[in-house]
Structures are given as structure tokens and as C-alpha cells.
Nanobody
Framework: QVQLVESGGGLVQAGGSLKLSCVVS??????LAWFRQTPGKEREGVAE?????????YYAASVKGRFTISRDSAKSTVYLQMNSLRPEDSAIYYC??????????????????WGQGTQVTVSS
């Protein structure tokens, strides 16, 4: 079983920045990702990183150019640096692991392990 623990959420003004962390323990997954969800809306993928090799990344169009996903293999931690935050970025952010692989980038069905989430609120 993979255990994921997120941290780093909080309240920030529009245009500001936050950095989320996710500590990974247990079986090493093939991919790690960040998803987010707002009440009344479906969970959406934000960013993904391959856990091996050179750490290939993928971003949702809504955050590309503003968010950066990275990893620190020595610390078993994946990060999400969020810049130029907007009120519409407000959501609960979840760290997720794809243990058996996924067929498409940020495919929800390919992610079987989830953290408890961390709240991000962006005020105007």
C-alpha cells in the first residue's frame, strides 16, 4: 500500500504563491500526481510526474505555465509550486499515486491511492 500525506495548503491573495508537499511511503508508484476538487464539481487533474527516469511531467491546460510539479527522490517527496494564483484555483488539492500505471496523463482511473487533501484558498 502507498501512503500519501499532503501539506502546505493555506490562504493566499490572488497573484501570490504556495508550495504543496506530498510525502510518499510504501510501494513506489510509477506516477505521482496532483488533483483538485471543489464542492459540486468533479475532481480534475492538475499535474503529473513520472517517479523514475528523468521525471517527465504533464500539466493541465488550466495551470500550465503557472504551476510546477517536481520531486525529491531522496526525501520521497513530490511538490507542487503554484504561482500567479487565481480565485478559481481554490480547491482541496489531493496527492495521488498510480501504482499499476495509467493509460493517459492524469487519468483518474489510473490512480488508485489518494491522500487526505490540503485546502488551498485564493482570495481576491
Amino acid at each position: 500500500q502507498v501512503q500519501l500525506v499532503e501539506s502546505g495548503g493555506g490562504l493566499v491573495q490572488a497573484g501570490g504563491s504556495l508550495k504543496l508537499s506530498c510525502v510518499v511511503s510504501g510501494y513506489r508508484p510509477n506516477y505521482l500526481a496532483w488533483f483538485r476538487q471543489t464542492p459540486g464539481k468533479e475532481r480534475e487533474g492538475v499535474a503529473e510526474i513520472y517517479s523514475g527516469g528523468d521525471g517527465t511531467t504533464y500539466y493541465a491546460a488550466s495551470v500550465k505555465g503557472r504551476f510546477t510539479i517536481s520531486r525529491d527522490s531522496a526525501k520521497s517527496t513530490v511538490y507542487l509550486q503554484m504561482n500567479s494564483l487565481r480565485p478559481e484555483d481554490s480547491a482541496i488539492y489531493y496527492c495521488a499515486a498510480s501504482v499499476y500505471g495509467r493509460r493517459y496523463p492524469l487519468a483518474k482511473n489510473g490512480y488508485s491511492q489518494w491522500g487526505q487533501g490540503t485546502q488551498v484558498t485564493v482570495s481576491s
